[in-house]
């Protein structure tokens, strides 16, 4: 019962790490990239924060939604 309940939890988890994920892609989210590229002030440097950020959550994503295997 709690496997089944922590599974459920864990897909659940993998989607919402989908979902922020390709929010901080910066293609068509100019207003929030904006904001970062005053604070920095380097296109680069928010350029990398953003990238960085998406590839966080869809590496979240790959981990979370990946099939137990009977070794674990």
């Known amino acids: 019962m709690v496997q089944i309940v922590f599974n459920k939890y ?3 988890l993998a989607k919402i790490c989908l ?3 390709t929010f901080f892609n910066p293609f ?3 207003a929030a990239f ?3 590229m005053k604070l920095t002030g380097s296109y680069w440097i928010t350029d990398g924060i ?4 998406a590839l966080l959550f869809f590496g979240g994503y790959y ?6 295997t009977k070794s674990e």
């Open 19 to 21: 979902v922020i994920g």
């Open 28 to 30: 068509g989210f100019d």
């Open 10 to 12: 864990r897909q659940n």
């Open 50 to 53: 953003f990238y960085g950020v």
């Open 34 to 36: 904006s904001f970062v």
């Open 63 to 68: 981990i979370l939604s990946r099939k137990k």
